[in-house]
């Protein structure tokens, strides 16, 4: 009997063991998770829940995301990266993962991450309320020297895209001006409409709801082309400042994912990024659809981080 009894003991167990791997199935089996590093809101966020959203379709599961802000997306990115490797947790990977090290937040960095794809770029903008005494980036910047580190600009967090974008026009231009930091787009763009500060560096996107509304206006584009959101905006580079660093949208997971898995969550996002869905939102919100594969985007990420690793150190001494 006794013996009996621990020969079904045994068989139950193996058959509980088969039983559950067969439920697991082929991946994916469970809800994924999506970490997006920016407050709700903002074009991480909307890129980040669209994509999602797009994937589940062909993943045939859920993908939920989950907004983890702080020190300009270094918490989000290193969260990912300590995760399992089994592709059930994904990173939004925007171009703050090329500039977090060089800013001594994380010791994480395209290099130390499993990049799927990249889906998007976007250039800044500059942007003050409609009441304000500036109608053209000129105006505004005179009034800057006026008074340096009078005027009070928010962006969407040290260390963010935006915020290097605000140092570049300091530097351009030779002025100086006074950062109120957020953890968001969505976050400074409401102060700046609160009248906390003068003016707010965003997205073009993202600014496009508040200037449609006549709440905002555009001083200028930090690019070389003009926005199609914003046709009648000058660019910084057409008035003779030559800088603008766009912002960029991609997906990561941690490193050691299996390749099957990576390749399966490549043709996904691959997909999605071909929708009609994709390209409508792209064209409302001032994004420029870009798709690299896995190694296209690890060789552009790595070039990127390269760059920062230069600059951020030369620009941040602007901020005495």
């Not at 039983?19 to 089996?29: D, K, L, M, R, V």
């Not at 799927?116 to 005179?142: G, H, M, Q, T």
Request: glycine share 10%; proline share 6%; net charge negative.
């Amino acid at each position: 009997m006794r013996r009996g009894g621990w020969r079904a003991l045994i068989v139950g167990v193996a058959l509980s063991h088969v039983s559950c791997h067969q439920e697991e199935g082929p991946y994916p089996s469970k809800e994924l998770k999506l970490i997006v590093q920016a407050s709700p809101g903002g074009i991480s966020d909307t890129v980040s829940r669209f994509m999602a959203a797009l994937i589940e379709k062909d993943l045939g599961v859920p993908v939920v995301c989950e907004n983890k802000p702080g020190a300009s997306g270094a918490l989000a990115f290193s969260y990912v990266a300590r995760r399992a490797p089994d592709g059930y947790t994904l990173g939004h990977a925007p171009v703050e993962i090329a500039v977090v090290r060089a800013l001594g937040y994380a010791d994480v960095g395209p290099d130390n991450m499993g990049l799927i794809c990249l889906v998007s770029k976007i250039p800044a903008v500059l942007v003050v309320r409609e009441d304000a005494p500036w109608n053209s980036f000129e105006e505004f910047l005179s009034a800057a020297r006026r008074e340096p580190g009078r005027l009070i600009m928010a962006h969407s967090g040290t260390g963010s895209i935006w915020h290097f974008n605000s140092l570049l026009m300091e530097q351009a231009a030779d002025v100086r001006v006074t950062y109120l930091p957020y953890g968001g787009s969505s976050q400074s763009l409401a102060s700046l409409l609160g009248g906390h500060v003068d003016a707010a560096i965003a997205g073009t996107g993202e600014a496009i709801a508040n200037v449609q509304a006549g709440r905002l206006k555009v001083l200028a584009v930090f690019d070389k082309a003009r926005s199609r959101l914003y046709p009648e905006a000058p660019t910084s580079y057409e008035l003779g400042y030559e800088f603008g660093a766009p912002a960029w949208s991609g997906f990561f997971t941690p490193v050691g994912v299996p390749e099957e898995i990576l390749d399966r969550l490549e043709s996904a996002f691959h997909k999605g990024f071909e929708s009609a869905e994709w390209t409508k939102l792209c064209e409302e919100r001032g994004m420029e659809a870009v798709y690299m594969g896995r190694d296209e985007f690890r060789e552009f990420a790595l070039e990127q981080a390269e760059f920062f690793s230069e600059e951020i150190p030369r620009l941040l001494t602007l901020e005495r």
